[in-house]
C-alpha cells in the first residue's frame, strides 16, 4: 500500500514538473508547423550557449523563470539556434542554424527575433516582427519588451 502512495505521488510531482518545462524546438519546419496550427509567432533564440555569457544569463534570468515559462506558453513557439563552441552538432542542425543567421544577419549573441513563417514547397519564408536580446530586469522586463514588439505586429 505505501508504495502504490508513493508511486502515486511520484507520478503526480512528475506531471506537475512536465507541464512546467517548456518546449525549446531545434528543427525549423516543425516549429513552424507548430506555429501555424497554434497561430502564435516564432521566437526564435540565437545563442552560444556554452560560451556565450549573455546568453547563459539571459537564460538563467529570464528563460528559466515561471513567469516567463507561463507567458511563452501562451504566446509563443520556441525555437533554439545554437551555436555552440565545444558541443557537438549534427552537420544538418549546424546548417539549417547558419543558414536562418544568415537570414537575419545576426552578428553578435543573444539575439531574439519573433517571426511568421510559413513552409512552402520546403521553403520557408519569414516574416520578422521585431528583435531584442538580453533585457536587465528579469523575466518582467523582458516580457515588457517582448509584448511590446509582439504588439507591433497587430
Known amino acids: 500500500m505505501k508504495s502504490k502512495i508513493i508511486i502515486a505521488l511520484f507520478l503526480l510531482i512528475s506531471s506537475f514538473s512536465n507541464a512546467q518545462e517548456l518546449v525549446w524546438h ?6 513552424i508547423t507548430e506555429s501555424n496550427k497554434s497561430k502564435k509567432p516564432l521566437l ?8 556565450c555569457g549573455w546568453c547563459i544569463k539571459l537564460q538563467k534570468e529570464v528563460f528559466t523563470q515561471p513567469d516567463f515559462k507561463k507567458w511563452a506558453k ?3 513557439v520556441l525555437l533554439e539556434l545554437d551555436f555552440p563552441r565545444r558541443t557537438a552538432q ?4 549546424k546548417m539549417q ?5 544568415q537570414v537575419f544577419g545576426v552578428r553578435g549573441y543573444p539575439t531574439i527575433w519573433f517571426v511568421t513563417a510559413q513552409l512552402e514547397n520546403e521553403k ?9 536580446g538580453y533585457v536587465a ?8 519588451s517582448a509584448k511590446t514588439i509582439l504588439a507591433s505586429k497587430k
Open 26 to 31: 531545434t528543427d525549423v519546419n516543425k516549429a
Open 44 to 51: 526564435l533564440f540565437f545563442t552560444g550557449s556554452d560560451w
Open 74 to 76: 501562451d504566446n509563443v
Open 90 to 93: 549534427d552537420e544538418s542542425l
Open 97 to 101: 542554424n547558419a543558414q536562418i543567421q
Open 124 to 132: 520557408v519564408n519569414f516574416a520578422p516582427v521585431g528583435s531584442v
Open 137 to 144: 530586469g528579469g523575466p518582467e522586463k523582458w516580457i515588457e
